[in-house]
């Protein structure tokens, strides 16, 4: 039957035909998570009990014909959303033994759907990072060529889904991190506006850029989970109460393509982007002209001091959000502590990562007394003018198109000796985290046999119009329905 | 000391009076288990995040008004990130370039009496931290979280007091003020309202300000006092023998009434205040002041005025009447009923109901009794019909009780009348008994009247002394 390859809505339906049960579904993906992820790392944890008591509540409800659309379906959550009852380590020695006591709203709003959890995905430590290399628990591997990297941080669920272990899951983005990985491994991957989905319960990286969104094989199913864990949460004072109507409906009319119009910046196609990149991006807006959309070259300025305000404000966001970590209440702490300050510092030095040690380094630097209107302040204004640039851009153009990354997947232990690098491959997705917009990444076409991505970018709360172009695209062509060879079998 | 001069700035942490915590649905109640009124939120467990409870708002802006200050249309969290294991995010969440009052200023009665107006910088909104409690027992601290998150109001003076008692009486006025208007239940015991001093001290005439130390956590007036003068004598003696004041923190010994070092301004943190991510700006507009401002009940000092141009009451009754706000409602209603002299009908009600409340609060004052009684209860006692002695029985039976005082009133008013048929009998005899007595009161000498009230009394106790006296003279006349 192939079910690793079906999407949501034909899951779905096989569940709701009785085809197959629930716990069966369950059964066929954790089968796949044995044999296929000892090569990819892309689970943390993986709790059969757990799944198959979800599952068999998930085929009672179907019996007594009390299901939605989703119940009995599998998902995978990234390991930062907090799950009452199953470790969540957000890829960090500090949460090695965490067991949250209560669920994240993203988990509860599916786990209501009825969804299967299958397990908790790997990623960069605490979110940090490009790569997935920052994980404690070792990195993860691209489905699609495994000496390279999946991307980050949502690398294991990337990773996870591009293989077909989990049909979706969801990841969080602040400054790229389901976009990128998105590209890097041949998925559809939305970062909603921010204050569309719940931060309550998701361990926080930058508060004012952190957004969790869906990881999958399709715009479609990204539309299909974003309606469910959109919306305003008493929990979440960030979440947005005031903008009621991006529900996502896939109902654009062909007709309707020629009065849409895509800016294309012209900073973000410069020599800096690999040209094979940029030929395969042509080759897609060449697929969208001949829908009948129109595109129009738009300038999006000061784009390169992007990198230094976003790293600026996530890691001074990340010094103090990370600063609850101490041996006191929960999490790791060092044996034998000789004093107070001796608790602190060595629970620290020990619990951490070097990434992570050093963003809270140059967080606490940016915010430290005499550098605050240095860094701190300036990197607010440069946030500002970002925002109001792609504002200008939305008054002359609907959607804006961009790459995803400058490149595709690079080898593992290619970058990490290169910081500066590695926080370069950010460069087109940290600017919308700033201006705090939704993006779609979808998958366009290869690059020496790794695939590549493009961001659609859209207005404030416009994750409709932002689905249905990528939707259109994916109508017309298959990228998203590629399977890596070495796991596009049962 | 008369070559130096002093100068003090408090700040003021005030305890607001709401049931939950400022950023969670915790419980604020003082005294329960440790750690029993923590949640998630309190705890700071990894991806919880702060919901401000509106209620802190409302009492801010309740302050701000009171004062005479500004209302910052949009106020602004920061985080004060410091380490410390009774601080469970290891930062605090409060207010710093954009408090949500600014400016202001109250009136107190300086040294020699004159009134002085005391300016205030600024106050803002912050959580209280949880408490560390250290045994000696074991040599550990616990940790006590009920209190973190708290809600808090920070009020900064400007450095303008010149005394220990300008300080306290600033203090006191700000008490009175967040007391009567309930922004604080003030209870100072329990740490719902303490004090932080500035004190420094210059040669008399100087302009610029000496270098400051600051006293921290003083929890009552008396405190205040003797710490800031301890302070004081301590930077004359130093500064006197050539020595200098170092800038520094330091703790008020209450058993040894000394200061000691805590620490010295080169420990001091580097808080990396910044706006908090999580937190929305408190948005206000004009609207919503003028609502509050409406809703307000008028000030101490306004009411003071009105009291005393339109009821003549003394500056003693109303002190007592405006020590508390249910006391003032329960005047007010009172004042307006009563036809009698208001300072007559006051004094009754200090002399009868504020005491028995004083003792006995268990309820509402208007729950244990109702002004209109209370003013029916008077009214009969003004007119005689029946006695002032029977007014604290009379209280005691109602306090609390749902009874009807018509008929309270006419079963006291009826046992009067037969009370005073028998006192009519006691007179007569009495007056037969002591021909001398009677002479004496014949021949002029008419404070002998208090010797037959006295006999009379012996033997008709509990009757009103004032009837009675009434009554002697009109049979002494008639003989």
Redesign the interface.
Known sequence: MDIYKKSISELSELINKKTISSIEMTNYFIRRIRSFDKNLNSFITVDEDFSYAQAKIADKQIAANKNTFLTGIPIAHKD???TKGIL?T?ASKM?EN?I???D?TVVSKLNNQGMVTLGKTNMDEFAMGSSNESSYFGSVKNPWDLTKVPGGSSGGSASAVAARLSPIATGSDTGGSIRQPASFCGLTGLKPTYGSVS??????Y???LDQGGPLATSAEDCAILFNIIRGFD?????SNFKIKQNEVKLNLNKKNFKSISIGIPKEYFSKDLDKNISDVIDQSIGVFKKLGFNFKEISLPQHGYTIPAYYIIAS??A??NL??Y?G???GYRCKNPKN?EDL?SRTRKEGFGKEVKKRIMIG?YA???GY?DEY?MRALRIRRIIRDNFLNAFKDVDYIFAPTCPSTAFNIGEKTSNALEMYLSDIYTTPVNLAGLPAVSIPVGFSNKMPVGMQIIGNDFNENGILNVAHAFQKETDWHNKVPREFDHE | MSDWECVIGLEIHVQLLTKSKIFSASSTAYGKEPNKQAS?VD??????????NNIVIKKAVEFGLAINANITNRSIFA?K?Y?Y?DL????QISQLDFPIVEGGYIEIEDDCGNNKKINITRAHLEEDAGKSIHSDENNCTY?DLNRAGTPLLEIVSEPEMKSATEAVSYMKKIHNIVTYLEISDGNMQEGSFRCDANVSIRKSGEKKLGTRTELKNINSFKFVEKAINYEIQRQIDLLEDGKKIKQETRLYDENKNITKSMRSKEEAN?Y???PD????PIEIDNEYILKIKKLMPDLPDVKSKFYKSKYDLTDEQINIILSNKEITNFADKILLLSKISAKRLINHFISSVYLKFNKENSLALEDLIKPNDFYLIIDSIEKKVISKINLKEILDKIWGENINISSVIENYSSRNENNLDMIDDLIKKIIEKNEKQVKEYKSGKTKIVGFFVGQVLKDAKGSDPSVIKDKIISYLDLI
């Not at chain 1, 931060?199 to 926080?204: D, F, K, N, S, V």
């Open positions: 930062l959303f907090s969540t957000c949460l965490y949250p006591p209560y994240a931060r309550y319960g998701m361990i926080a930058a508060s004012s008493n929990n979440d004072p960030t001074a966001e010094s103090s600063s609850r101490d006191v209440k929960f107070l602190y606490a915010l430290s007394s605050y701190y | 998630y705890l700071g467990m990894p991806g919880t995040l702060p919901v401000l985080r990130n380490f294991p469970p995010k290891n930062y940790i580097d990396r205040y910044f991510p999580d937190l929305l």
